[in-house]
């Protein structure tokens, strides 16, 4: 039987009237009729992917009965609250595409001690104008190392070290009562192997054995290999572990202790929704999906962003979309720019799979800019990339908890006469510390000598210089670090998403080597760059006379601005243009809201744009540049100091 025929064959009247009298029979006539037209609007969009994905199976009815029925009882159970809360997101759906949205994001304990400490340091976000808080993985991690909370043993249960369900579900309302929208890791592509679902596989559960990709021997794990990359092949090398306890081989991508999850088995899918939707019914207004490239498994490929992974996503997105219509979905795929954008849901599932991804190649090409001093790449890059689909929004990003692989596609480098392999070196060495001059004081990650891969971690202050600078006592070498932390601020703020300030990056925070004394994270020196927030010196920040303050304030009022600057609302598209300078990178912002024109100079030293070139893109006389408001004249050659950058909207033309 072909998808269509599965889908015409579902009983949709059938279902909805099971639901009305099963699930959602106490229910009012208001909210069975809200449920009713949601269900008539969406089933089409279940219905597409479950039929991919399950169409094949006999008990396709079934499963489908199984997701609707779990989707049902969490809209029943979804507090009044919440349910206001979709009817406001539903009637501004742009909500987080508006410049307002200013994202960060910590570790619980490395921010604040615990769930009660981060109710308390609201006002601090507030300080910084955020409006979007990622909490790193808070959900129960199994003891010992747990791959910084990303190797989950229950969905259902906070870290006990940071509280509990109760404190996550005050901390939610009292964040969305300060309009900050919370957002938790959700890590669904894996569990730790002290999940219960786990030890009941290993128990011998055959139900439970099929959560999982168990192999008896080697001959389909050594089939896979052939095609499988290795993500830390330094401390986890290959993508199976031998466990004698089932005497079986385990898919296990990340860490031995992560065992991947099997989405061919509807049950997986069913429970994943069952938690998805618990966690929004505590308050969780984005889920960040973890390492989605990775849910399906093909032989022969690379097994990450196989069109079932896709299906995976859209069905978890329409089926959440019943009872819980404010959830957003935030993928995480760190994968090539032409792979990345269908997260985003392109062709029939425009709009329908995740609202927010990672803009990993943005962040990836600023690095690059600012290490070779020229916007070359960055320009050649970002124009080849396909336009954004509306209605989503990058996140933007200078760094985060992970390291920066030097994604370059070798296509990008060589139009540009760069090597993609020399260049990626040069990025490695420039920002471990070793090429000569270089400001960096970055560490290699994960070498891995089959593919010269050597990926870097360090805090965006000593990757940008502060650190080298502090050392020698260099206050020219200071102040042109700062410049960089601003640039690089600035640049996110500017495109076309929700910028994320990671923790302590708004006051200058170094690389912290304390995670050497702690042997479950010593190995992994992704560390490095996850220090503790220092109260002391984020106390610091009323203090004129310091570096901390001067990082802190700008950032502070460069956010304040972009809040302020209706023509960067997401939906706006967002182009590189040549500017006649390489050292000088220029994007053009344009929608009906209006057109900004970013200039960002990439050098510490003064460059300039010609006026003709700056009138050639449409702007004219005078121009205000919202980052300083200041006026500035286009008739004479626009001048950039060190790092400055500009955004530029015209006042008039004369
Ligand atoms: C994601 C996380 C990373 C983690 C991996 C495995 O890529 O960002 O920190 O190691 O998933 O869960």
């Known amino acids: ?134 909490l790193m993985p808070l959900l129960k ?62 128990a011998g559960d055959p139900v439970y054995q099929g959560y999982y990709y168990l192999f008896p021997n080697r001959a389909l794990p050594d089939q896979y290999e052939l095609t499988l990359p290795e993500v830390f092949p330094d401390f986890a090398p290959g993508n199976f572990t031998y466990y004698d306890s089932c005497q079986r081989w385990v898919w296990t991508t990340f860490n031995e202790y992560q065992w991947d999850l099997n989405y061919t088995n509807p049950a997986v899918l069913a429970e994943m929704l069952d938690i998805m939707l618990f966690l929004a019914n505590q308050g969780v207004e984005i889920l960040r999906l973890d390492a989605v490239a990775f849910m399906w498994k093909r032989l022969g490929t690379d097994c990450q962003n196989q069109p079932e992974a896709h299906a995976i996503l859209q069905a978890f997105r329409a089926l959440t979309r019943l009872a819980a219509p404010g959830l957003l979905f935030k993928a995480e795929a ?166 994320i300030i990671y923790m302590g990056d708004e006051l200058g925070l170094l690389n912290d080597r304390r995670y050497l004394d702690d042997p479950h994270l010593a190995d992994d020196n992704r560390w490095i760059h996850r220090p503790y927030l220092d109260w002391n010196q984020a106390g610091q920040r009323h203090d004129w006379q310091t570096v901390t303050a001067r990082i802190f304030h700008a950032t502070c009022d460069m956010i304040q601005a972009r809040k302020h600057t209706l023509s960067l609302h997401a939906e706006a598209r967002c182009y590189a243009v040549w500017t006649h300078n390489e050292q000088v990178f220029g994007m053009i912002r344009a929608s009906a809201r209006g057109r900004l024109l970013v200039l960002a100079n990439f050098t510490e030293r003064d460059q300039t744009v010609p006026r003709h070139r700056v009138h050639d893109m449409g702007f004219k006389g005078e121009l205000v540049d919202r980052l300083e408001g200041k006026v500035l004249d286009s008739w004479s050659d626009l001048k950039l100091e060190p790092y400055r950058v500009l955004w530029l909207e015209q006042v008039s033309e004369t």
């Open 141 to 202: 991690p199994r003891p010992g190392p747990n791959d910084g909370g990303y190797a989950v043993m229950d969905y259902r249960a906070v870290n006990p070290a940071y509280g509990t369900m109760d404190d996550l579900r005050e901390l939610a309302t009292a964040l969305r009562h300060e309009g900050i929208s919370l957002c938790v890791d959700l890590v669904c592509n894996h569990t730790a192997k002290e999940h219960e679902w786990a030890r009941k596989a290993v």
């Open 334 to 499: 760190i994968v090539s720019p032409d792979k990345l954008l269908p997260y985003l849901g392109l062709g029939a599932a425009t709009n329908k799979e995740c609202e927010i991804a990672y803009h990993n190649s943005f962040m990836v090409l600023l690095w690059s800019s600012l290490a070779e001093r020229r916007a070359v790449l960055m320009t050649h890059a970002l124009q080849n990339m396909p336009d954004t689909p509306v209605g989503c929004a990058w996140l933007t990003y200078v760094r985060c908890h992970d390291d920066i692989g030097w994604a370059v596609r070798d296509e990008d480098a060589a139009a540009i006469g760069l090597s993609g392999f020399l260049h990626r070196a040069f990025l490695s060495d420039f920002y471990s510390g070793r090429f000569p001059g270089t400001f960096a004081r970055g560490v290699t990650f994960q070498h891995n000598p089959k593919t010269g891969d050597r990926r870097i971690s360090g805090t965006l202050a000593s990757l940008a210089g502060l650190e080298a600078a502090a050392e020698r006592q260099n206050w020219h070498d200071l102040d042109l670090a700062v410049r960089r932390i601003l640039l690089l601020h600035a640049m996110i703020l500017v495109l076309n998403g929700i910028p």
């Open 1 to 134: 039987m072909n998808n269509a025929s599965v889908v015409a064959e579902v009983d949709l009247q059938g279902l909805l009237d099971g639901l009305l009298q099963g699930p959602l029979r106490s229910m009012t006539p208001l909210e069975q009729a809200i449920f009713r037209i949601r269900f008539e609007l969406g089933m089409p969009d279940v219905l597409r992917p479950l039929a991919r994905l399950y169409g094949e199976r006999p008990d396709f009815a079934a499963q489908l009965e199984t997701l609707l029925d779990i989707v049902a009882r969490a809209y029943a159970d979804r507090p009044a609250e919440l349910r206001l809360l979709d009817l406001r997101r539903v009637s501004e759906p742009d909500w987080f595409q508006q410049p307002n949205m200013i994202g960060y994001v910590c570790y619980v304990d490395r921010f604040a001690g615990d769930l009660a400490g981060v109710r308390d340091r609201i006002p601090y976000l507030k300080e910084l104008g955020i409006t979007y808080l990622h």
